[in-house]
């Protein structure tokens, strides 16, 4: 059974802060790890989509790596702003497709 | 591009009433995908189609859960009786293809079962 697990449950950190969530997974047999955002009371924003072959994949300010072996993914946020508050998901698909999500980190930023 | 549209937004039932969810995925996308989320909890799956197809609803409580995917492009969730416990936010998300590719979800809908 695939289990996603997101450490820590919640972060506060000051703006301009860089900083590391992180996302960890039972099987390492997996095609893609994605990384999302959800504000509150809303729906859930596809940030970036690591492939099985990849290592990283950059947007903006942020980095998001994959390292199937140890079981793990983090998604850095460099010069953390404000609107940067969130909760962040991990989920990944594995053989039976479905995309496994962990319970998220809620992140707030403070001005 | 347009988006994974749901509707509708919000929807507050009493308890043993009928609820029925409505999404229109990314067009072309052929994998359609709703998640149930509780307060604090990751989404999870109760069903995905692929075209008009099921290709995963063993997490579907299919005593009171059903869903169509009509001509492989709009979805329907109906729960018939809603409990308590069926609170929670019924997210859609659609992806172009099944593995490997990355998944858009809608703003979701907010059930209330009173």
């Known amino acids: 059974k695939q289990e996603v697990t997101q450490i820590p449950a919640a972060l506060s950190v000051p703006e301009g802060e860089n900083l590391v969530l992180n996302c960890s997974f039972t099987d390492s047999a997996i095609y893609n790890l994605q990384w999302f955002r959800q504000d509150p009371g809303k729906g859930l924003t596809s940030l970036l989509l690591i492939q099985s072959s990849q290592r990283e994949q950059t947007s903006g300010r942020l980095n998001a790596s994959l390292d199937k072996s140890s079981g793990r993914s983090t998604l850095y946020i460099a010069a953390s702003q404000p609107g940067d508050s969130a909760t962040y998901l991990c989920?990944?698909?594995?053989?039976?497709?479905?995309?496994?999500f962990g319970k998220g980190t809620k992140l707030t930023v403070n001005p | 591009e347009a988006g994974v549209a749901q509707s509708p937004r919000y929807k507050i039932i009493e308890k043993r009433q009928s609820v029925a969810f409505w999404c229109n995925p990314i067009s072309g996308h052929a994998t359609l995908y709703w998640y149930q989320q509780i307060l604090g909890q990751g989404p999870k799956l109760l069903i995905q189609?692929?075209?008009?197809?099921?290709?995963?609803d063993s997490q579907l409580p299919k005593d009171r859960f059903s869903a169509e995917r009509l001509k492989g492009v709009d979805s329907t969730l109906k729960i018939q009786p809603a409990k308590l416990e069926d609170s929670a936010v019924y997210l859609c998300?659609?992806?172009?293809?099944?593995?490997?590719?990355?998944?858009?979800f809608g703003q979701g809908t907010r059930l209330t079962v009173v």
């Open positions: 989920a990944g698909p594995w053989r039976s497709e479905k995309l496994v």
């Open positions: 998300a659609s992806s172009l293809d099944r593995q490997g590719t990355e998944a858009f």
């Open positions: 189609f692929q075209n008009n197809g099921v290709v995963d």
